[in-house]
């Protein structure tokens, strides 16, 4: 096989255009004394060979008809090894950008899940790296494969094109140990990519983003911007196994682990969703942006090695003449199947059957949890909730879906939803709006009734959230309002909270994300409310006809896409998890397309539909928003 390909590298160019559509490897004749290649008609591979060992020379994929290079080519090998197990406890501690410890004591649902996400494997400090290039290297059956001898371990990799995505080359490593101990094995760096050249870095379902961010509570916790640090993360949230770095020039490189590499969340008879068997990160070790797998993870599953024992995993790097939208597609369609995956979920359940099953659940006070509480000479009615509130004693009321319940007791005319659950729900609504004179007025008691203590509280803390007016004031109101137009009450209560919205924007159009509830100053000033608070003042637009409603709505939209679209930096609204990005992001998008509608304006619809805007964040907030 060899000499056949000696033969192909040997001819005139009008021979190669034949099979211009073969990959060809090549290791090259006496005039071209160590390099070796592998081409196709889109991307060219090349090594070369130098005192380091084998060193790659270019990296190009063919874009708009012209060979371009928007990588700095490497394939530079690192292997982690340590005699003995990382420590599960973390070594550094981490501040908020206004000072003080993150995250506060009081966060306590995640201390456990920051406490993994800040060990030194976490952090990629564990281990001794190892750096190094192959020593080696032979041409067969159309791959290459590199070998290294280390002090630790025997470092084997096989390299091909794939002919059913030319963009893509596929990579099994194996490593054999020759001592004990710990080892994890990264992906070598293809290529990296300078920080000026970028244009946009994912680990998707975690952070996404077009800035490095120096605050590494801000980068890990919130998304918010680009770690500056070669953070390892789990597989376990992230929405598509492939994190990739896209460049100005408009290329993008990204690594794909084999299906089935990653951990199973339910492997048998057991949750094992916390499993992590492959690590993903944007960097290498050394900290240059190249998208990058660590297996196994050093100190995790099939880490630990005797001498002589072995190990191997398959993945692919792709090289692409397009945005991270498009690489994010490729692995997840072409090489996870997900579209496939999709159009194998059947609805077998009817729409009459789904209303007559969410009529029986507001009927029956057992399924739904319903209370009715007197307060202040009215009958109010809630769910019980019983997640996390500060100060419940498994005594917190709320609701939500005002707009689902006075749909189906308008399309039912059910007497036992009209006459014995939309009114005292109507009254909860009525009375957990602040209606004091003062800095508060027109926004929000609190989320939560607590019934022992006949108060009402937020989820977290002595706190007002403006978007909390949004949604439980603003919304609820405007929802109800669709099926009693006329009721002049509550058009009086919605513009009471849409002036105070409207008191609160700054004048670059965004707003606080919380006011501290005894002195009104505002608070949680580490992090920027990137979440569509603006929508309230549009909901009021639509049912009170007043302009400045809609002026102030576009103008908090112009902020949000500036500040989070444009960026890739989003907040959520659990207050327990201390507002980590959740599925706000998907009320964000419903709120740009309704502003769509009513001004035609197209930057509203672009902020969603478009490349670079929030269609990542959809397809990520699944993802649960207390991880942090």
């Not at 492997?267 to 900290?287: C, E």
């Not at 509480?373 to 005002?402: C, H, P, T, W």
């Not at 509830?517 to 049912?543: C, M, S, W």
């Not at 009320?587 to 805007?613: C, G, H, M, W």
């Amino acid at each position: 096989m060899q000499r056949y390909i000696h033969m192909i590298s040997l001819k005139p160019k009008w021979f190669l255009t034949v099979f211009s559509c073969i990959a060809v490897v090549t290791i090259a004749p006496a005039q071209k004394k160590n390099a070796t290649a592998l081409t196709n008609q889109h991307l060219k591979i090349s090594w070369q060979k130098n005192s380091n060992g084998w060193n790659l020379s270019e990296a190009k994929v063919k874009k708009d008809g012209k060979w371009i290079e928007a990588v700095v080519p490497s394939a530079e090998y690192t292997l982690l090894y340590s005699e003995s197990k990382p420590s599960e406890e973390p070594k550094e501690t981490f501040e908020k950008i206004t000072g003080g410890t993150f995250p506060e004591k009081n966060y306590h649902y995640q201390a456990l899940q920051w406490k993994e996400s800040t060990t030194e494997v976490s952090l990629n400090t564990a281990g001794t790296p190892f750096y190094f290039n192959p020593s080696d290297v032979k041409a067969k059956n159309q791959e290459l494969e590199f070998r290294k001898e280390t002090d630790v371990a025997t470092v084997t990799s096989t390299w091909k094109l794939d002919p059913a995505f030319p963009n893509d080359i596929k990579v099994t490593m194996k490593l054999v140990a020759k001592k004990s101990g710990y080892f994890s094995l990264a992906s070598p760096t293809l290529a990296s990519v300078p920080v000026d050249q970028m244009s946009w870095v994912t680990v998707p379902g975690y952070f996404q983003g077009n800035y490095i961010q120096d605050n590494f509570a801000l980068a890990y916790a919130y998304g918010h911007g680009i770690p500056n640090r070669p953070a390892i993360y789990r597989e376990r949230c992230a929405s598509t196994l492939s994190p990739l770095v896209s460049t100005k020039s408009g290329v993008t490189l990204s690594v794909i682990p084999e299906p089935g590499l990653a951990r199973d969340p339910w492997a048998k008879d057991k949750y094992t969703q916390t499993d992590w068997f492959i690590g993903l990160s944007h960097m290498n070790r050394k900290g240059q942006l190249s998208p990058t797998l660590y297996y196994p993870v050093l100190g995790e599953d099939k880490s630990a090695m005797k001498a002589g024992e072995e190990i191997s995993y398959s993945f692919r790097y792709s090289l692409i003449p397009g945005d991270w939208y498009q690489a994010v597609k490729h692995a997840a369609n072409d090489i996870y199947k997900f579209n496939e995956t999709l159009a194998l979920r059947q609805s077998k359940q009817s729409l009459t059957d789904r209303i007559e099953k969410m009529h029986h659940y507001l009927t029956d006070p057992k399924t739904s949890l319903w209370n009715v509480e007197g307060f202040k000479g009215l009958q109010i009615g809630a769910q019980s909730y019983l997640g996390g509130v500060v100060g419940s004693n498994k005594d917190a009321m709320k609701n939500a879906d005002y707009g689902a319940m006075w749909m189906l007791a308008n399309a039912t005319k059910d007497p036992e939803l009209k006459d014995k659950v939309l009114p005292p729900a109507l009254n909860f609504k009525l009375v957990q709006q602040d209606m004091h004179d003062g800095f508060f007025k027109g926004s929000i008691e609190g989320q939560y009734y607590l019934a022992k203590k006949k108060k009402f509280v937020e989820e977290w803390g002595e706190v007002v959230e403006p978007i909390a007016l949004t949604y439980y004031v603003m919304l609820d109101i405007g929802n109800i309002l669709l099926f009693e137009p006329n009721n002049t009450t509550l058009q009086e209560r919605l513009r009471f909270g849409a002036d105070r919205l409207l008191s609160w924007q700054k004048a670059d159009g965004s707003f606080a994300v919380a006011y501290d509830k005894n002195n009104h100053q505002e608070i949680f000033e580490d992090i920027k409310d990137v979440r569509p608070t603006f929508y309230g003042l549009l909901v009021a637009y639509r049912i009170l006809k007043d302009e400045k409603y809609l002026r102030a709505a576009e103008n908090g939209a112009k902020w949000l896409i500036k500040n989070a679209v444009e960026t890739g930096s989003f907040l959520g609204v659990c207050g327990d998890a201390r507002y980590a990005p959740d599925f706000a992001t998907g009320q964000s998008a419903q709120a740009f397309l309704d502003l769509f509608d009513i001004t035609k304006n197209t930057t509203y619809k672009e902020a969603v539909l478009q490349p670079k805007r929030l269609t990542v964040r959809l397809a990520q907030i699944g993802r649960s928003a207390k991880r942090v």
